[in-house]
């Protein structure tokens, strides 16, 4: 039953990727990235080396992931700062892959959440404004 509950879920996010907007696909990998996180410390602090592993290294892919979809051509102060605090999340990661301890996870838990907040907190006038701009552009 686990593994049919697993490929609806994976159909589940497989369909709302394929109608989403970039806005709310990030929001969705933000959420996901989230998600292993505190899979990862839940694996860590029950000693499950194997889970750890998988879902913190999924969440990395995560975040690379989000750091590779920045536009640097924008030529944002904004954008250099959000790369460098989504290496730091890498490194903060590999740190509790490496150390298995759970503070490096929760210190990204805490950074990626603010992040994330910011990112919920856009008016859906802004968005859709920007959308309209990037469809304009491509």
Known sequence: MNKNLQAYGKENIKSQIAGADSYTIIKMLMQGALD???QG???LERKDLHGKSKSLSGAAAI????NESLDFNAGSDAVENLSS???YMDERISDATINNTTDPIVEVISLLSEIKSAWDEIP????EK???IQASQG
Do not use: M
């Not at 859906?124 to 968005?127: A, D, G, I, R, T």
């Open 36 to 38: 292993r996180l505190a």
């Open 130 to 132: 920007a959308l309209a």
């Open 85 to 87: 605090l989504y290496e």
């Open 63 to 66: 975040i690379k992931a989000l």
């Open 41 to 43: 410390k839940g694996f």
């Open 124 to 127: 859906s006038s802004e968005v």
